[in-house]
């Protein structure tokens, strides 16, 4: 039950740190144009870049396998992560500096990137074993209230700043290195009493090789999800890149609040369950997500669409035009976040990488050729397509014997066939068609979850041949 109510807190905290981020992501989109929101976004990329190679997947891994490493591992862990910390920000700034010095960057883009890059890679290496024990120990309530304030923190405090006359890059600096900087104390605090049984000695080198699978299986799926940075803004510009960039965070802002919670509380949850009970529990995390995330998202090009002819002059229409197509990946996305952590659990790391990569390489193929045929647009277009060949892949590399195509069947009713999902779908064409009625959609909004309420409490049933786990 405290696991259940820390997932829940983990949620909410990350819904209001959202809703301040699409605050202040709102205010950039007014003062900043195109450009200069493409080399934000791009920053705050290469800061995550930076954490996916600092943490190896070390976090995932502690979390996922079922022994503590030792007291030697852990204090050789800690300093391999401390110099890796070091070398990663030292290469940044010599990396931001050459940018500079040949004229792809101008010098205040230059120090934002290496800021952004230094401060997630220094101040992680203090705090991502305190975030694994939180993890293991189902304590989302300590890494909610952490990690929500300091996200509030590192998007709204930018906004202070620039409104009361800062420069750019000092506003984002100031803000990334606090929020950062207070969420490592934090989370070190909250780990405090919560040590663990050390494991026989030895174990550092596969908790290695195992981080180095989820760090691939991250790496691939940032590769995806930052399509936009690696072929629209050499192909198309920084502008383009700009447009898409906004229309991916919007729609990350409408859905992250939940899919993130649910996706780092699945992985230790589904580890605790017996193996012919996890393909239950994910469709039961399916049908939750997909009446909890979907029906916003068919209003969303609405509501942007009104912001942008109020607020923003009319700067963001290609964003506005692109949002159906992002939206629409979305409804995938419900399923690869539980169907991602129940391969996690299910079969190592490298198993998972591979499955990744295939559908990387299918992804690229297909954002490759919709950009030959349609230009920009076309990058949205095959996003929202090979989303689901993506969880198809998923799903049969869980266990390759079973049928895959007979669970993703099972999994299409769950996402689609909702009362909220399709009364939400009814209120976001309403207000496509008519934008008068988009307050009175909005204000209908919190009345669609409760169609579903009685099928929402209601246990999913073992279908035919679960137990044996080829359902």
Not at 255 to 260: C, H, I, R
Not at 279 to 295: D, E, K, S
Not at 308 to 327: K, N, T
Not at 393 to 402: F, I, M, N, R, S
Request: aromatic fraction near 8%; glycine fraction near 8%.
């Amino acid at each position: 039950m405290k696991r259940v109510r820390g997932e829940w807190s983990l949620g909410a905290a990350n819904g209001v740190a959202l809703l301040a981020s699409a605050g202040a992501a709102a205010a950039y989109a007014s003062w900043l144009d195109a450009g200069s929101f493409a080399h934000w976004t791009a920053a705050l990329a290469a800061g995550r870049l930076a954490l996916l190679l600092l943490d190896g997947g070390l976090k995932t891994a502690l979390v996922r396998r079922e022994q503590w490493p030792d007291a030697v591992a852990l204090r050789l862990l800690r300093r391999l992560t401390a110099a890796a910390a070091v070398l990663i920000a030292a290469l940044a700034a010599v990396a931001a500096a050459w940018a500079w010095h040949g004229g792809r960057l101008s010098g205040a883009n230059a120090v934002l990137y290496s800021i952004y890059v230094i401060a997630y890679a220094l101040l992680h290496a203090a705090s991502f074993e305190a975030a694994a024990r939180l993890e293991r120990a189902g304590r989302f309530d300590r890494i909610a209230r952490a990690e929500g304030i300091c996200t509030v923190l590192e998007f709204v405090a930018p906004s202070l700043l620039l409104a009361g006359g800062a420069a750019p890059v000092a506003a984002f600096a100031v803000a990334v290195v606090g929020a950062r900087s207070l969420r490592a104390v934090w989370l070190r605090r909250s780990a405090i009493g919560l040590d663990e049984a050390p494991a026989a000695p030895g174990r550092l080198r596969s908790l290695l090789r195992e981080g180095l699978g989820v760090q691939a299986v991250a790496a691939l799926s940032m590769l995806r999800d930052h399509l936009h940075l690696w072929l629209l803004a050499p192909w198309f510009g920084a502008a383009w890149a700009g447009q898409f960039g906004f229309a991916a965070l919007a729609c990350a802002l409408a859905t992250q609040a939940v899919v993130q919670a649910a996706s780092r509380a699945a992985l230790p949850a589904l580890r605790a369950k017996a193996p012919q009970r996890r393909w239950a529990a994910v469709r039961a995390r399916v049908r939750r997500l997909a009446v909890i995330v979907l029906p916003p998202l068919p209003l969303l090009p609405a509501v942007l669409a009104w912001a942008d002819e109020h607020l923003w002059r009319g700067e963001w229409a290609p964003a506005v035009a692109l949002l159906p197509w992002l939206a629409a990946r979305m409804v995938a996305g419900v399923a690869t976040t539980p169907v991602g952590a129940w391969l996690m659990v299910a079969r190592s790391p490298w198993v998972a990488a591979r499955a990744q990569l295939a559908w990387t390489a299918l992804e690229v193929a297909a954002a490759l050729l919709g950009l030959l045929l349609f230009g920009p647009p076309g990058l949205a277009i095959a996003a929202a397509v090979a989303a689901w060949p993506g969880l198809a892949l998923l799903l049969h590399a869980v266990e390759p014997d079973a049928r895959w195509w007979t669970r993703l069947r099972r999994l299409l009713p769950l996402l689609l066939w909702r009362r909220p999902v399709l009364a939400g779908l009814v209120l976001g064409i309403s207000a496509q068609l008519e934008p008068a009625l988009l307050p009175v959609a909005l204000a209908a909004l919190p009345l669609v979850w409760w169609l579903d309420a009685r099928k929402r409490c209601a246990p999913i049933p073992l279908p035919p041949g679960a137990r044996n786990g080829h359902a």
